[in-house]
């Protein structure tokens, strides 16, 4: 690969996991206030269509696992979902429906913390959602004036349909195992990150990204001493459940 121009990262080195890690319900406001609350100031969370095309704050297609609902997400509106509680870790019941994207970036914004957005698409619907997703996000942020947020996802068509409709928006491509040409088709779709599974993390990758231009992040890194040691090695950022570790 040619030599490409140093990368940069300014987002925060600290992410917290869906809005808040396990600080609080998963994709949710009560995550972006505790997480903050504790020095945080990045945060991750996910971004599906509901029914009507709204983006709201969810990761599995279905309701049941995170909130009192059933059914799929991407044939409920938007105004049922955001009538549907948010169900703690442990199963109890929060008094926070499901939140629309608008929603988190204005907490975000209020906040002072700076988002990383997944673009979640439901089956089938990876173009819409990354069009929509990108809209959203850069409507709210050439307002701002401050750090955008970084645009990530699994789905290659989500990221190339974001950069179509937002292409200012910085991207990340997502990656659950790296693959010889995975710097290569980041940098096809106008990448300037990866964000890769801990467990594919190598000192020798993190220097192939930065040759390449890239910055470099890890989902989920849980562990306080070995997030740190990584941290120290030159990674860029670490999406964490435990936010309060890497805080101390």
């Known amino acids: ?93 929060s008094a926070e429906g499901v939140p629309s994207l608008a929603m988190a970036l204005d907490a975000c914004l209020r906040l002072g913390m700076t988002p990383n957005i997944e673009i979640k698409p439901s089956a089938g619907a990876d173009h819409a959602t990354g069009r929509v997703v990108a809209e959203v996000a850069a409507a709210l942020w050439q307002r701002s004036g401050v750090t955008p947020p970084l645009l990530s996802s699994f789905s290659p068509a989500a990221l190339a349909a974001a950069a179509l409709a937002a292409p200012a928006l910085p991207r990340a491509l997502l990656l659950e195992r790296v693959q010889d040409d995975s710097l290569v088709v980041a940098h096809a779709l106008g990448c300037v990150a990866v964000v890769v599974e801990q467990t594919q993390l190598g000192p020798q990758l993190i220097a192939q990204a930065h040759a390449a231009g890239l910055g470099i992040a890890i989902y989920t890194e849980n562990d306080a001493e070995r997030g740190q040691q990584s941290l120290a090695s030159g990674l860029d950022g670490l999406i964490t459940d435990r936010p309060e570790r890497f805080l101390r």
């Open 1 to 93: 690969m040619s030599a490409r121009a140093a990368h940069r990262w300014p987002w925060p080195a600290v992410i917290a996991h869906r809005c808040g890690g396990l600080l609080a319900p998963e994709n949710s406001i009560e995550g972006l206030v505790r997480a903050q609350a504790i020095g945080c100031r990045g945060a991750e969370f996910d971004a599906m269509l509901a029914a009507c095309g709204t983006p709201v704050l969810m990761h599995d297609e279905t309701l049941e696992r995170t909130t009192t609902g059933r059914g799929r997400v991407a044939q409920t509106s938007w105004a049922a979902l955001s009538q549907v509680a948010l169900k703690t870790r442990d199963g109890s019941v």
